[in-house]
Structure formats: structure tokens, C-alpha cells
């Protein structure tokens, strides 16, 4: 899913025959997929648009001034292709502004075909911006709703030539525009939604695709969810396909957390799929202590001000 035109670099010490050899022992390889299939794809036959770490993802943007973190890994295993995948990948989400965050997706990627040269290189950049225009109302029937436009860039290097590949994306920039929806029923959160991929490279298509979630927190530290994801033919070359995949997120801290999920397809192309990772999230500039804010209440003039500004009198009565 990812490539380069630009920036040409060689690394020639980088060498991927013991890599690709240990990947072609059965035992092996079944010990990496299993390790794997905790997750998602965002590999190359599957085209992902996730919200880590499932495919399908939700309409809630990172709250302004705050930031997000992950670095993770994915696979995908197909009987016709091999098995391909990215890791270590870099995920980076931003508030920027009310209602909008800013994504930005780089990873290193991976190919091990049936036949043939394995890649190890650099993937194509994601970038991005969901915005969130319609706000959930609690306790009544209205869901949250976002749009998350992306762009797919070619960016993608082949570590062992040290050239552009085709094997991690089609060389051409293409882009993608889902909705999203989500209601959250106490300790249940159910979202989904649907998009369209517009692909003018040689060999590719147009797709559409969506999907949808259920999942429930369990405890203070665990969320667990189940998915259904469709996507329609992409290339000229691969079959539109429908995956089940279970995941979630288990909070080891406050702002940090392991993400996991894994899955197989119900209907169409053959895929065993997954994703495992780890999330960071935290607040730009300085955390404001409780003593800083008594202290700045306190020189306005304490709860007095605080109530003549709000139109309230020491008695409680209105004074507009």
C-alpha cells in the first residue's frame, strides 16, 4: 500500500536473505502470524482505513490541544500471495481544532511472496483530517458524525535495492472518503459507516467499502469488540472480500495502552489478517497543577468574582 519516486537512498547492508529464509519455515511463520493476528491490516492486498486496531474506523477526533501515538505491526497471509504487512509503523494523530484532528500514517513494509524476491522497505505516507460535524447527544437517539478524508503519497523504497517499488503501492497518489457514525449505550460503543477509494493507477480501481463495530468496556482496563469490514475490488488483480475480526485495547496506564486484534475473511478473497500495537496519549504544554489553579482563581478575587461575573450574588440571587 505504500511507494517513492524521490529521494533515492541505498542501504546496502541491508539484507533480507535470513529474514525471508525464516519466514519460509512453516513453524516459523505460524509463530508470526499467530503473534500478529492480534490485529489489523494495513497491508498491501488489503487496503486499511482504520481506527487501530480495526478496519473499521469511529468519528471521534482527538480532543483539541491533545495528541496520540502508535506504533504498531501488521499481517496479512494469503495462500495466493504470501504474506505481507508493515512494522514498526508510526501513527501520529493531532487535535489541531475543535472537532478536528490531523493523521498522518508512516510505515516500513514488508513482502514475503510464495515465489520470488521478498521486499523490506519504506511504505507509502498517510495523510489526513477527519472532522466531526455532528456531536453524539447523550441519553437521546442522535450519533456522532465525521467525515476522514485520506490521501495515499508514494513514498515507498526498497531496502535491499535501495530504489522506488511498486511492491508497497502503485506509485501514484489516490485517496479515500468515508462517514463515520457512533452511539454509546452505557458500557456498549457500536460505530461504523462506508467510504469510497478513488485509485487512478494503471491496474487499479475504484472500490467502496465500510464496515461496523460492536464493542464493550470490561473493567477499568479492558475493551473487547467484534467487526465486519467489506471492501470491493481494488485492482485489476485481487477480489473484493468481507473479514470478521475481534480485538482491543487493554490500558496498562492512564495514557498508554496495547492494542490488539486479529481475523479472517467470511466471503471472498482469502485473508488471515492482524495487528498489534502500542498507543500513547497525551496533552500539549504544561499540565496545570490544582494549587496553580486556586492561586489564579484566588487573584481575581476568588468565588466572589467568579459569581458577579456570572451574574449571581453572594446570596445566590440574580442580579441581571
Not at 18 to 31: D, E, K, N, T, V
Not at 186 to 195: A, E, K, L, N, V
Not at 222 to 249: K, P
Request: proline fraction near 6%.
Amino acid at each position: 500500500m505504500r511507494d517513492i519516486t524521490r529521494n533515492r537512498f541505498s542501504l546496502k547492508g541491508v539484507r533480507l536473505s535470513l529474514f525471508a529464509g525464516l519466514f519460509q519455515l512453516p513453524i516459523f511463520r505460524s509463530f508470526c502470524i499467530l503473534l500478529l493476528s492480534a490485529g489489523m491490516i494495513l497491508a498491501l492486498a488489503i487496503t486499511a482505513f482504520a481506527g487501530p486496531p480495526f478496519l473499521t474506523d469511529d468519528p471521534e477526533p482527538v480532543d483539541f490541544k491533545h495528541w496520540e501515538v502508535y506504533l504498531f505491526g501488521t499481517v496479512d497471509s494469503t495462500v495466493k500471495n504470501g504474506i505481507s504487512g508493515t512494522g514498526p509503523a508510526l501513527e501520529v494523530n493531532v487535535g489541531a481544532l475543535p472537532n478536528l484532528q490531523l493523521h498522518m500514517v508512516l510505515p516500513l513494509a514488508f513482502s514475503i511472496p510464495q515465489s520470488g524476491r521478498s521486499i523490506y522497505g519504506l511504505g507509502d505516507l498517510e495523510l489526513g483530517f477527519k472532522y466531526r460535524f455532528i456531536k453524539e447527544k447523550e441519553g437521546g437517539f442522535r450519533p456522532m458524525v465525521a467525515i476522514f478524508p485520506m490521501l495515499e503519497i508514494p513514498t515507498s523504497v526498497d531496502f535491499h535495492t535501495g530504489s522506488a517499488t511498486p511492491g508497497f503501492g502503485n506509485g501514484q497518489v489516490w485517496y479515500k472518503l468515508p462517514i463515520w457514525l457512533q452511539k454509546s449505550f452505557g458500557h456498549w460503543t457500536t460505530y461504523g459507516g462506508f467510504g469510497y477509494g478513488f485509485n487512478p493507477a494503471p491496474g487499479q480501481r475504484n472500490f467502496p467499502y465500510g464496515g461496523w463495530l460492536l464493542q464493550r468496556e470490561l473493567g477499568k482496563r479492558l475493551i473487547l469488540g467484534g467487526e465486519i469490514f467489506a471492501q470491493g475490488q481494488s485492482s485489476n488483480d485481487t477480489r473484493s472480500f468481507a473479514v470478521f475480526n475481534l480485538g482491543g485495547f487493554f490500558k496498562i496506564t492512564e495514557n498508554f495502552q496495547l492494542l490488539f486484534s486479529g481475523g479472517h475473511t467470511l466471503a471472498g478473497a482469502n485473508h488471515t489478517i492482524g495487528y498489534l500495537g502500542l498507543y500513547w496519549t497525551g496533552k500539549f504544554g504544561k499540565k496545570e497543577e490544582p494549587e496553580e489553579k486556586e492561586k489564579e482563581k484566588e487573584s481575581f478575587g476568588g468565588p466572589a468574582w467568579f459569581k458577579l461575573a456570572h451574574g449571581t450574588g453572594p446570596l445566590g440571587y440574580s442580579l441581571r
